[in-house]
């Protein structure tokens, strides 16, 4: 489980294929400033919201293996040498939960259709999958590129948020642009409920 609250933004250092055929997978080696010294080998990371596993490290990087699903359902079939991604470690019991629970499985890819300054904020509007908009709601959270926020308004099969100068600078939010893809994962309270209710 993560909360949202991003701690590293880290940088794809090398990449090489695994597998063979429709089911090669890829191998990613990040750059990141976390104490790999703390880093156990099978330790989850969320990597911009998607759930990996920890398969070797060094002193300044970690590698993770990702399977051709997880390559064709997030933005990470995208990524090459230098991508930057939003990092955060599982979270331990007693952490502050600073954004809201957060399990790192991507729901969907959104698309960034239009951002404009908003006094010192940065106001975003991104399209979303129509199978998920009727779990986001205004003033509910959700997560972007692993990042927890809150949805200002719904409109169709768009939403907005506002992004304050911290999250600008502390994620790769600020250097996203018009078109640019994102992981969603929705609030999972809100799953739950449409579960309940027989939406789902």
């Known amino acids: 489980m993560f909360t949202g609250i991003i701690t590293d933004i880290g940088r794809l250092h ?4 695994t597998g063979a055929g429709d089911g090669e997978g890829r191998r990613f080696e990040i750059l990141s400033v976390f104490d790999m010294n703390s880093v156990d080998i099978g330790a989850s990371i ?3 919201g998607a759930c990996m596993t920890v398969v070797e490290k060094s002193e300044h990087t970690f590698t993770i293996e990702v399977s051709a699903e997880s390559l064709s359902k997030t933005t990470l079939g995208a990524w090459v040498q230098d991508t930057q991604m939003n990092l955060e470690r599982a979270m ?8 809201h629970m957060v399990s790192g499985h991507v729901d969907g890819v959104g698309i960034l259709v239009g951002s404009a300054p908003d006094g010192d904020s940065l106001r975003m509007t991104f399209s979303a999958p129509t199978s998920l908009m009727k779990f986001i709601a205004p003033k509910g959270s959700i997560t972007i590129d692993g990042v927890s926020l809150t949805v200002n308004e719904v409109n169709g099969t768009e939403f907005g948020i506002n992004v304050i100068p911290h999250t600008q600078t502390a994620t790769t939010l600020g250097a996203l642009r018009d078109g640019g893809k994102v992981n969603l994962e929705i609030d999972m309270l809100a799953r739950y409920v449409a579960r309940l209710m027989g939406q789902e």
């Open 92 to 99: 331990c019991l007693g952490d502050e939960l600073g954004g």
């Open 46 to 48: 969320s990597c911009s």
């Open 14 to 17: 090398s990449t090489q294929a």
